[in-house]
T-cell receptor, first 115, second 116 residues
Framework: GAGVSQTPSNKVTEKGKYVELRCDPI?????LYWYRQSLGQGPEFLIY????????DSGLPNDRFFAVRPEGSVSTLKIQRTERGDSAVYLC?????????????FGEGSRLTVL | AQSVSQHNHHVILSEAASLELGCNYS??????LFWYVQYPGQHLQLLLK??????LVKGIKGFEAEFIKSKFSFNLRKPSVQWSDTAEYFC??????????????FGSGTRLSIRP
């Protein structure tokens, strides 16, 4: 596609439920990032993939969060046993490392609300 | 670990005023520096970036930023703002062995409001 696509755009769930957020990066981009943004804050780094492997997952807050990118394209962020504090906008971004501009291309985000 | 500080949380200016938004980072090694902008209802997009060379970099829409290594700063400037510059501005730093493809850390952002 022309840009980074994230689904769903909005997700409301109850505390304790399982949630999956999907990211479809720009075609050909090998690097994919997940960030979390709370109101009034900047994007908080969660995890970064280079190809299929997680190159850096140091930002995942705990073991309820994990992400996969099995074929090096689409990625899914999975949150188990959701808590109210998980409510935020989850941003996905992709980047091409060919030529290495370092520019991230962001999607519109998935707004997660945990009741 | 690297971090980014933006001390101005909300800046209010009149049209045609000059703008300077502060950004300081903490990291002793080679860094790449970015300013991203988020217009109301839109996604984050790159405004400008510094990788190497001339420390004064120019971006889109008349914005520029100056990298001052001795001060660990990368302040954003614009000589004359317009109402359409109303947005949230984020400074970001990228540091690592392969810094072009490693994690990018963002500051907390500065909300810019322009009075018409």
């Amino acid at each position: 596609g022309a840009g980074v696509s994230q689904t769903p755009s909005n997700k409301v769930t109850e505390k304790g439920k399982y949630v999956e957020l999907r990211c479809d990066p720009i075609s050909g981009h090998t690097a994919l990032y997940w960030y979390r943004q709370s109101l009034g804050q900047g994007p908080e780094f969660l995890i970064y993939f280079q190809g299929t492997g997680a190159a850096d997952d140091s930002g995942l807050p705990n073991d309820r969060f994990f992400a996969v990118r099995p074929e090096g394209s689409v990625s899914t962020l999975k949150i188990q046993r959701t808590e109210r504090g998980d409510s935020a906008v989850y941003l996905c971004a992709s980047s091409s490392d060919r030529g290495s501009t370092g520019e991230l291309f962001f999607g519109e985000g998935s707004r997660l609300t945990v009741l | 670990a690297q971090s980014v500080s933006q001390h101005n949380h909300h800046v209010i200016l009149s049209e045609a005023a000059s703008l300077e938004l502060g950004c300081n980072y903490s990291y002793g090694g080679t860094v790449n520096l970015f300013w991203y902008v988020q217009y109301p209802g839109q996604h984050l997009q790159l405004l400008l970036k510094y990788f190497s060379g001339d420390p004064l970099v120019k971006g889109i829409k008349g914005f520029e930023a100056e990298f001052i290594k001795s001060k660990f700063s990368f302040n954003l400037r614009k000589p004359s703002v317009q109402w359409s510059d109303t947005a949230e501005y984020f400074c970001a730093v990228n540091a690592g062995l392969y810094s072009s493809a490693s994690k990018i850390i963002f500051g907390s952002g500065t909300r810019l409001s322009i009075r018409p």
